[in-house]
């Protein structure tokens, strides 16, 4: 969306969800390593049924 002073125009915009092992990968290539994993921003456990996720990268 774009705010202007002759009105607003908005654009699509095209998203892909992605798998935590996805991200890991990208982050990999990107030189990354994953250091923490959670389920939410409590730090809750992951697992296998969590619908979400926090995950804390560092550089190598």
Known sequence: MRLATDGISMSPIV???ITPGE???MARIAGLQIIERFAN???EPFTADSRAHVSI???R
Do not use: K, V
Request: net charge positive; hydrophobic share 40%.
């Open 15 to 17: 998203l892909r969800l």
């Open 41 to 43: 921003w409590r730090r």
């Open 23 to 25: 991200m890991d990968l």
């Open 57 to 59: 990268y560092r550089t």
